[in-house]
């Protein structure tokens, strides 16, 4: 069975990637990555905002309190050398190519054009194969307009773009007036690819205490409902590779999200709930599935399903969901 | 580096303070360092140790062991056998910490091993602890056979430093070099620093080898540390007389090397004056710099007067100290900066009388006959030595017959012993330029002039010299600093009085101090105002009005604040009143002050991270647009007048005393106004409204659920509750609120949650802490924190309706339950500790529960600081004016000191018991009887007790007999007393350790309370044994590697100990449960109370939160031991917190103190986690297995 895929220019010995999560933090993590047939790895991604927070942090704790009491003039000794900047993942990425031999994956959330291509520059110096854009920012400044944020991703893109020769992918959040123009422009801009889709942090609230908690949700399977459906519409559209995220769970997903068009999917929540040793089954039952439907390869099966390529394209539209909803009765 | 030019030799120009100089020899000449904390001598043990982490090298290439001991003690020992077994070996102390030291010093000298003490010389506790700089502790010293050097300025701390060192290897006499604590150890002065070939050509590494030789090893064994008879000992003892005579000259020997390699030559003995000087002052440190500044001025106007300044104390040569005194001399003045009580004479001037007359006896020197000498001490405990003082003694000296044993720089109208002087006479010479700047420790005034004269010393041709004045307070603290500059080294070794140039940083320091009677006339006064040039002048004080008019004098204002949070830097104004200074004194082109101080911020913030240097730059290029010069009208129009310091229905003593050294004018104190034996009056804290919050909590009735927890964990005391009768609202004043009380058993009575709006330190953490939210509005709760200044009148008014309403009767409090327990009023209040102290709820608890029949014994450290330090205390009396009674003995013998309470006190009662007895007859069987078998074991039972003793000592009055009055003397020990003992981890693991284990081991009623913060927070944050793996502290740079001593499991070892562990952020209710059983069980009890520190590096605010997540991580786990469980068969230890409940991880990381070993040893911080998870699974799993044994 051909599982191989092209992604990031790249040949992937499969589709199932696992996506950036704290799976990665750890070496061992990737290796078992690797040993369940990870095709590559993203690898968490590096905060800009947290490693500004962190020294805004130490500055502030090593000079709190200081040169106020006669007998404390200050109250933690002071290394002539901190490790403020990326150190720290810039040596992850060189440890897990070091460790594993499949492609290795960055992934960066920046906060200002600076940080953004001084990092990507860096994971590239550190043998990055590629590089992911975890644009990961909510906008809610009610004076700026649809076309302001859509440009900060465009700007962000060029400026990595120029700063680095290895591919760059961009994940995104599906919340853009017209997804369809938004990855054009990005597909225009020299994205290398577009990982579809960012989810989003959304609080809760917590009844007891009256209080707003950083709950992050895991995905469940309707989730990949978003990703198949504009996957679905771009494919052939853009240029650019598309990677399916959110809501893959299981091997059905995985081929319903390479009928409509994915290069790749990635898998994070499930793994996080079920055990690295997860992606094996997907893959035996990838496979199970391909052979009892009689497919050769995964690059048969890749946009078969697109808007492009079934029968009804307006079943990727609005007047399908019309329909859908008409159909609805409750249980 | 680009700030540190290189002399023409190699050597470096730094501009540094004394402590570093001397470590910086230190850490370069020697192979073991022993250290232990106190001021002021701790940084030079923290440069040591962190040049030592950092892996710099001595000049002989290996990296010195730096360690830390359990006390000096300690240190003292390790340095005598890293000595005896052949290690160069320093240490570094001061004070009681030297004191401690003796017993090792004489045994150290005796066997004549070669090492040097370097002492910054400070005060020792009599009367009461000082941390100010003295001689005291080294002539406390001088009998234990250490040669004594004494440097007298930063250059000479360094030389000397660097000459005891060679001094001590050839005399084989170890040596003390000491300097003057504070004014030298932490003055900032430009130096040339001493490179490592000068170390290395200064000391002989033969004699390096000849030290090894003679150490104990088992490949040439010998014994040392016999036991000596009478036949022997006495002979043996002056074996060592030839190495002592021969040190003089080997020291002097020393110093011509080092004057003819480094050009900086040095005298035993130094004269300077007159050649035909009949008036001579001897003296010694660095009121010698002041002395040379006079005898200059003086000599400038034709006086024959000169200065012997002493360098070489012991071995004292006389014959080269007379030989250096002017044979013209007709009046010889010998200061001490000591007092040695019922003696003849302070020690240098018996030393010099005693040489006057072995001189003349001998025919040494130029003198022929004897001179008239008189001794006198000055300066103790950093009191100022001017050269007004030194004119005064020189002009004092011409009369006939000078005043002998005189004090100098004080007014004292007991023993009249101190001269007059003129304190507007002044030398500060025109080139020199002299600024004063008033900062607040938290807005990094001292920090920024640090770097200021860091600037001037390093990056001009001009010599700098930096002194800053602390204060005792820890929260809200108010800084000072001096700074000098001039092309001449500067000898002015005492505050400025006289100053082209004064910041204020503050306004609100305005209305507190007179800033201005030391400006200069034309001088310039630059304001940090929120008032604009155009308003500035309607807003000042009349008074400062007044000055700025009478003195022509210039005014600059600049929003610091503003410019500061716009660029990010949030309260930090330093870089932006640094660049005002620069712009305005115009020390150095505009922009080249500019481009200095930019590389200044890059070098100082440069490995914290782009921002921090970013935004240091944006406040530096957005303050010159912000700095305005107002014009300064002919007369002053004010109305504002300066409020008194104290109001006036403060008591007479604060008034008369407590109220000018709150006011910054204790130096105008006689003597007859000061208690002749340390006793104090407590409540005094009450009286000095300090207004530094900048916001304070307001109650909202409508949202308060009246559980008491906001009042339980207020730091300061200022959120009080009172529940009392509806008609005492009558008069209220119009904004004071009230509600119906909710407990059920206070039905019909109202309700009341107040705030001190004066004396309240903003931190927040009783709104951090309140459960109760607005349902409307969930940001805010039942208390919020809101702007100050509006509130402080109308608060202020409520705060004093409040205190009229009475108390509610402690019989009709349940103490069992917080939102009862907490209407208690609290007898340790408005403190010096830092805004949201983690020590002091717990101390404030102990008195709302115990306070009027406690008395306390309370170690050296944080809380004898904030409990004890002048001007104020927060100790306090209720109405009836009982309250606790304090006292700190010393840092390492607390326990034994509280100890020693019980005894008394169980005597005295056992005593008074007997008397009853014996006058039941005459007193009334029934009232004897029911005094001696009382069981006092709540509040009521107390309340009656009380009662009956009064009644007890009316009728012994009407009783004329010996016994009688015997009993009336004793008869207050009837009524129970609860001993307290009170301290700090330093004290109870570290150096108090031995005393607290035999105290727990008597099975006497102590309660104690051992507030650990886990470091030695005072002295700025050094390891104990009480920190916990894994956390960066002073002396554990790199992260402590062992664990956290388990100090209650081996107080439950004895099977007799209540012991509890408590928590007061994760478990409120079990740590008052824990205060009442330990109060109660008759035997000692240990509470090992989690305090929360500033050196955590934590947000104070929400650092309750920080408690919580240390016993949800097992970190800190909740208990109880109690005996008397075991006696009645049960298993005597109740584990109180459930088991972890998160990853040690998410607490740790919470915190700087761990979290930094990440960014600055990454790998350490990785395996000291995991370190640090394996301790505490294993502890969980440990008490779990011993809470679980059924016992019998």
């Known amino acids: 069975m051909d599982l191989t895929t092209s992604y990031l220019g790249m040949t992937l010995r499969s589709p199932l990637v696992p996506s950036a999560s704290p799976l990665s933090a750890e070496l061992d993590g990737i290796r078992r990555m690797e040993d369940a047939g990870a095709a590559a790895v993203v690898l968490y991604s590096l905060f800009e905002e947290q490693l500004v927070r962190d020294r805004r942090e130490l500055y502030h704790h090593l000079t709190a309190g200081t040169e106020s009491f006669a007998e404390a003039l200050t109250y933690f000794p002071e290394p002539s050398e901190f490790h403020l900047g990326p150190e720290g993942y810039l040596e992850h990425v060189r440890k897990a190519k070091e460790a594993v031999a499949i492609p290795v994956i960055a992934s960066l959330n920046g906060t200002s054009v600076g940080g953004w291509t001084s990092y990507a520059r860096q994971m590239q110096d550190a043998g990055a194969d590629a590089i992911e854009l975890n644009v990961y920012t909510i906008p809610t400044d009610p004076n700026e307009t649809a076309a302001q944020v859509e440009q900060a991703y465009v700007d962000i893109l060029h400026a990595v773009k120029s700063a680095v020769t290895i591919p760059v992918a961009l994940k995104l959040g599906p919340f853009f007036s017209n997804m369809a123009s938004m990855a054009r422009r990005l597909d225009e801009a020299g994205a290398d690819a577009l990982v579809l889709f960012n989810r989003f942090y959304q609080p809760d609230i917590d009844l007891e205490t009256l209080e707003v908690r950083p709950h992050v949700l895991l995905s469940t399977p309707q989730a990949m409902r978003l990703p198949l459906t504009w996957i679905g519409i771009l494919h052939g559209r853009i240029r650019a590779d598309m990677a399916a995220t959110s809501g893959v769970h299981e091997a059905e997903d995985v081929l319903k999200l390479l009928m409509v068009g994915a290069n790749v999917t990635m898998v994070c929540s499930a793994l996080l709930q079920r055990g690295i040793d997860h992606l094996r089954t997907i893959e035996r039952r990838l496979c199970e599935w391909m052979e009892t439907h009689d497919y050769r390869s995964v690059r048969q099966m890749q946009g078969s399903m697109s808007q492009r390529n079934v029968a009804d394209a307006s079943a990727f539209e609005r007047a399908h969901y019309v329909s859908s909803l008409h159909s609805y009765r409750p249980a | ?1192």
């Open chain 2, 1 to 1192: 580096m680009p700030s540190v030019s290189m002399t023409s030799v190699g050597r470096t120009i730094a501009t540094i303070d004394g402590n570093e100089a001397v470590a910086s020899v230190a850490h370069r000449v020697n192979e073991v360092i022993a250290i232990y904390p106190i001021t002021p001598s701790s940084p030079m043990g923290e440069w040591a140790d962190q040049w030592t982490a950092d892996k710099r090298r001595n000049v002989w290439g290996t990296v010195p062991s730096v360690v830390e001991l359990q006390s000096e003690g300690g240190a003292a020992g390790a340095v005598h056998g890293a000595l005896q077994s052949g290690a160069l070996t320093t240490t570094f102390t001061a004070s009681q910490g030297l004191l401690l030291m003796i017993p090792n010093m004489y045994k150290i000298a005796g066997e004549l091993t070669p090492t040097v003490f370097h002492v910054a010389a400070r005060s020792l506790a009599a009367q009461g602890l000082s941390i100010f700089g003295d001689h005291s502790d080294v002539m406390a010293a001088r009998a234990t056979g250490f040669a004594m050097l004494c440097s007298s300025s930063v250059q000479e701390a360094m030389d000397f430093a660097a000459i005891a060192h060679a001094a001590t290897l050839e005399t084989r006499l170890p040596f003390l070099h000491f300097f003057d604590g504070f004014r030298t150890s932490h003055e900032v002065a430009k130096i040339e620093v001493l490179s490592d070939d000068d170390l290395r050509a200064l000391i002989d590494e033969g004699l390096i080898l000849e030290h090894r030789g003679r150490a104990l090893s088992p490949d040439h064994p010998v014994l040392r540390g016999t036991a000596q008879n009478p036949d022997v000992y006495f002979q043996a003892r002056e074996t060592v007389n030839p190495y002592y005579a021969a040190c003089p000259e080997i020291t002097q020997k020393i110093m011509d090397a080092f004057a003819a390699r480094v050009g900086r030559a040095y005298r035993l003995f130094e004269y300077h004056g007159a050649a035909d000087a009949d008036r001579v002052v001897v003296l010694m440190g660095s009121a010698a710099e002041a002395a040379h500044e006079t005898v200059d001025a003086l000599l400038a106007r034709g006086e024959k007067v000169g200065l012997l300044r002493v360098r070489l104390f012991r071995p004292f040569d006389v014959r080269r100290f007379v030989e250096a005194l002017p044979a013209s001399t007709r009046t010889l003045a010998i200061l001490d900066r000591t007092k040695e009580p019922g003696s003849a004479g302070e020690p240098l001037y018996l030393d010099c009388v005693n040489a006057i007359h072995e001189g003349l006896t001998n025919g040494w020197g130029g003198l022929t006959t004897a001179p008239r000498i008189v001794g006198g001490r000055y300066g103790l405990a950093s009191k100022e030595v001017t050269p007004a003082m030194l004119k005064g003694l020189f002009d004092h000296l011409r009369v006939e017959r000078p005043q002998n044993h005189f004090t100098l720089g004080i007014n004292d109208d007991v023993s009249h012993t101190s001269l007059a002087y003129d304190p507007e006479f002044s030398i500060e010479p025109d080139r020199v330029i002299r600024s004063v700047f008033y900062g607040l420790g938290s807005d990094g005034t001292v920090g920024a002039n640090k770097n200021s004269i860091k600037i001037i010393g390093e990056d001009t041709g001009n010599y700098a010299q930096g002194y800053f004045v602390y204060d005792s307070k820890k929260a809200g603290a108010v800084t000072v600093s001096h700074l000098r500059f001039g092309p001449d080294p500067i000898r002015s070794s005492y505050l400025i009085t006289r100053a082209n140039f004064v910041g204020c940083h503050q306004w609100g320091f305005l209305e507190r101090y007179d800033m201005l009677s030391s400006l200069v006339p034309g001088g310039t006064f630059l304001l940090n105002s929120a008032y604009g040039p155009d308003d500035v002048w309607a807003r000042l004080p009349r008074t400062v009005q007044e000055q700025l008019v009478a003195k022509h004098a210039k005014l600059y204002v600049i929003d610091a604040y503003q410019v500061a949070r716009t660029s990010g830097m949030g309260g930090r104004i330093n870089t932006v009143m640094q660049v005002c200074f620069f712009a305005i004194s115009g020390v150095l082109p505009k922009d080249d002050a500019i481009a200095a101080i930019k590389q200044s911020i890059t070098k100082t913030y440069g490995n914290k991270g782009d921002e921090v240097v970013r935004m240091n730059f944006e406040a530096v290029d957005r303050t010159l647009a912000q700095l305005f010069e107002v014009r300064v009208p002919e007369r002053a129009d004010g109305t504002i007048a300066m409020p008194p310091p104290v109001p006036p229905e403060a008591p007479r003593f604060v008034q008369e005393v407590t109220a000018p050294m709150i006011a910054g004018r204790g130096d105008e104190l006689p003597v007859s106004a000061l208690p002749a034996d340390g006793t104090y009056p407590t409540g005094t804290a009450k009286w000095e409204k300090r207004n530094i919050a900048a916001e304070i909590p307001v109650w909202d009735p409508d949202v308060c659920i009246e559980c008491g927890k906001c009042a339980m964990v207020c730091p300061h005391s200022v959120i009080r509750i009172k529940v009392y009768e509806p008609e005492r609202l009558a008069g209220a004043p119009p904004t004071f609120k009230s509600c119906d009380a909710r407990d059920r058993e206070w039905q019909g009575l109202k309700y009341t949650i107040q705030v001190a709006p004066e004396d309240c330190t903003g931190c927040g953490i009783c709104v951090d802490v309140c459960p109760a939210k607005n349902k409307s509005q969930t940001r805010l709760k039942a208390i919020n924190m809101t702007p100050q200044p509006p509130l402080r009148e109308p608060e202020r008014d409520n705060w004093n309706f409040f205190l009229t309403i009475p108390e509610l009767s402690r019989q009709r409090v349940k103490i069992g339950t917080i939102r009862q327990q907490q209407v208690q009023e609290p007898l340790f209040e408005f403190s010096s500790a830092c805004a949201g102290c983690g020590e002091t709820p717990y101390i404030k608890l102990a008195t709302q529960l115990f306070g009027d029949r406690m008395i306390v014994a309370n170690a050296t450290g944080c809380s004898s600081i904030y409990g004890g330090n002048l001007p104020t205390t927060p100790w306090t009396q209720n109405a009836d004016g009982r309250g606790p009674a304090w006292s700190n003995s010393l840092f390492e013998d607390n326990a034994e000191f509280g100890f020693g309470f019980r005894l008394s006190i169980d005597y005295q009662r056992a005593f008074a018991s007997e008397l009853l007895r014996g006058l039941a007859g005459r007193i009334g069987d029934d009232l004897a009887h029911a005094i001696l078998t009382a069981e006092q074991k709540d509040e009521a039972d107390i309340f009656e007790q009380r009662d009956r003793v009064a009644a007890l000592k009316e009728k012994l009055g009407a009783i004329d007999s010996v016994e009688a009055r015997r009993l009336l003397g004793v008869a207050d020990m009837l009524v129970k007393k609860s001993v307290w003992i009170i301290g700090g981890d330093g004290w109870g693991y570290d150096i108090g350790f031995g005393g607290l284990d035999h105290v727990l081991a008597s099975g006497r009623d102590v309660n104690v309370l051992l507030l650990d913060t886990e470091v030695y927070s005072n002295t700025g944050g050094q390891m104990s044994k009480a920190t916990p793996r894994g956390a960066v502290a002073k002396f554990a740079a790199g992260g402590k590697e062992a664990p956290k001593k388990d100090l209650g499991m081996i107080a439950m070892s004895y099977g007799t100990v209540y012991v509890a562990r408590v928590a007061m952020g994760a478990k409120d209710e079990h740590t008052l449960k824990s205060f009442l059983e330990a109060e109660a069980y008759p035997g000692a009890s240990l509470i090992i109370a989690y305090s929360h520190c500033i050196a955590h590096g934590i947000n104070m605010t929400t650092a309750m939160q920080n408690q919580k997540a240390a016993v949800d991580a097992g970190q800190w786990l909740l208990y109880r031991y109690h005996p008397d469980r075991a006696a009645r068969g049960e298993n005597p230890l109740q584990l109180d917190s459930p088991a972890p409940k998160i990853p040690v991880e998410r607490f740790m990381y919470l915190e700087n103190r761990f979290k930094m070993l990440t960014k600055s040893q990454p790998e350490d911080a990785k395996r000291l986690l995991q370190a640090a998870q394996d301790d505490v699974d294993a502890r969980w799993k440990l008490y779990e297995h011993l809470a679980a044994k059924r016992e019998g």
